[in-house]
């Protein structure tokens, strides 16, 4: 079960990814963050943000809302 639910459904890119940033800075280690997003391209900038920062998708869900769990690392 995710700590902090962030909805990102019409948002396009890069403000998911902005708002993800941002919510993680208010978070803590191996606190979960859930994120719910429409944007095509999320899966594979999530992807990237994900290597860069360190932090995990634990979980990634496609369909018409993509829903993606990240644990702060």
């Known amino acids: 079960m995710a700590d902090q639910v ?13 708002a993800i940033t941002k919510a993680v800075k208010q978070m803590s280690c191996g606190q ?3 994120v719910h997003a429409t944007d095509l391209a999320f899966k594979m900038d999530l992807e990237a943000w994900a290597r860069r920062t360190g932090n995990q998708i634990t979980s990634f869900t496609e369909g018409e809302v993509l829903r993606a769990v990240i644990e702060i690392t």
């Open 6 to 18: 962030l909805d990102c459904k019409g948002m396009n890119c890069p403000m998911p990814i902005v």
């Open 32 to 34: 979960k963050l859930e």
